[in-house]
């Protein structure tokens, strides 16, 4: 079993529905990013969080440290969101535990 | 202020070739880290630098491989003897502190294709 195991692999929206994804993981972190990787492959950091819940823009992140999981939810959701999303989690010595990603498609 | 840098982006070699790949960390940001994404599957640490210091090398292959990151210059990840499952795009991120809580900042990552 992947120490961060993500959910769902694929995912295909129409333009302006509600998505969320979800995160969860095996291990004992000090923090847990969202990353956003584009089809050319750049990679972003979206948010990095160890608690609560962060907003920036029609990206939402929560976490819940006790149940172990974490969810990125996009509102209004547009075709530029298609993008592969990453939950990673900081292990002890800072390097990261990546999941194997969401492929998010947005049609118009 | 530039991101991070990495160069080559994209890199051939044949088989039992060496691979150099370069990542410039972002001004002022002492720490890096090297990922490897092969294809199709998800991303992988293999080693955190500091200047001059290997960190945590736990990911990193025990032969062929080696990093270092020089108290001048760009961090080097290197494969010697290259092998054709060596192909893969390779990303680095550095940070200002050590990343405890500290964001990383990725470079755009070098794909390495081993003929």
């Known amino acids: 079993k992947n120490e961060v195991e993500q959910s769902p692999q694929n995912l295909t929206a129409q333009e302006g529905e509600f998505i969320t994804i979800n995160c969860s993981y095996s291990?004992?972190?000090?923090?847990l990013h969202w990353l956003q990787q584009h089809p050319g492959g750049g990679i972003v950091s979206l948010f990095m969080l160890s608690s609560g819940k962060k907003k920036h823009g029609r990206l939402i992140a929560t976490i819940n440290i006790q149940e172990k999981h974490s969810s990125l939810h996009i509102t209004a959701s547009h075709p530029r969101d298609s993008a592969v999303y990453i939950c990673a989690v900081r292990g002890s010595q800072g390097n990261l535990i990546f999941g194997k990603g969401t492929k998010l498609s947005v049609k118009p | 202020n530039a991101g991070v840098m990495q160069n080559p982006r994209h890199l051939v070699r044949r088989r039992g070739q060496e691979a150099r790949l370069r990542c410039s960390p972002m001004k002022g940001h002492s720490h890096v880290y090297w990922y490897r994404q092969l294809p199709e599957e998800g991303l992988k640490f293999m080693v955190y630098?500091?200047?001059?210091?290997?960190?945590?090398e736990s990911g990193m292959p025990k032969e062929r491989f080696s990093a270092e990151f020089p108290k001048e210059g760009p961090s080097i990840l290197r494969i010697q003897q290259v092998v054709r499952g060596d192909s893969a795009a390779y990303f680095c991120a550095s940070s200002l502190l050590a990343a405890t809580q500290e964001t990383q900042y990725f470079g755009p990552g070098t794909r390495l294709l081993v003929l």
């Open positions: 291990v004992g972190i000090s923090a």
């Open positions: 630098l500091q200047k001059e210091n290997i960190i945590d």
